[in-house]
Nanobody
Framework: QVQLVESGGGLVQAGGSLRLSCAASGITFSIYTMDWYRQAPGKQRDLVATITRGGSTNYADSVKGRFTISRDNTKNMVYLQMNSLRPEDTAVYYC?????????WGQGTQVTVSS
């Protein structure tokens, strides 16, 4: 059974930092591309950051220079370090794992940034 479990969300003031974690099980983690998405109330789910099986990364323009995605294949973990947080970063953050036509989602973790 595939499970992705996010953690690390919470309430933080603008300018603060949070580190999200996503623990994966039930998959051969090292071959999966891992993504972080976010969805604000009433808005679509948007891609925030990607890290490939080879460690290449990509970011949405809105988070470049502030967020860093990383992975630890020995622990089946993916992380999202979020610095200089802004109120507009408030959303539910989801991790996903994808390879070929297979994609799996976590349940999400809430991030709220107060002004």
């Amino acid at each position: 059974q595939v499970q992705l479990v996010e953690s690390g969300g919470g309430l933080v003031q603008a300018g603060g930092s949070l580190r999200l974690s996503c623990a994966a099980s039930g998959i051969t983690f090292s071959i999966y591309t891992m993504d972080w998405y976010r969805q604000a109330p009433g808005k679509q789910r948007d891609l925030v950051a990607t890290i490939t099986r080879g460690g290449s990364t990509n970011y949405a323009d809105s988070v470049k220079g502030r967020f860093t995605i990383s992975r630890d294949n020995t622990k089946n973990m993916v992380y999202l370090q979020m610095n200089s947080l802004r109120p507009e970063d408030t959303a539910v953050y989801y991790c996903s794992a994808r390879v070929g036509s297979n994609i799996y989602w976590g349940q999400g973790t809430q991030v709220t940034v107060s002004s």
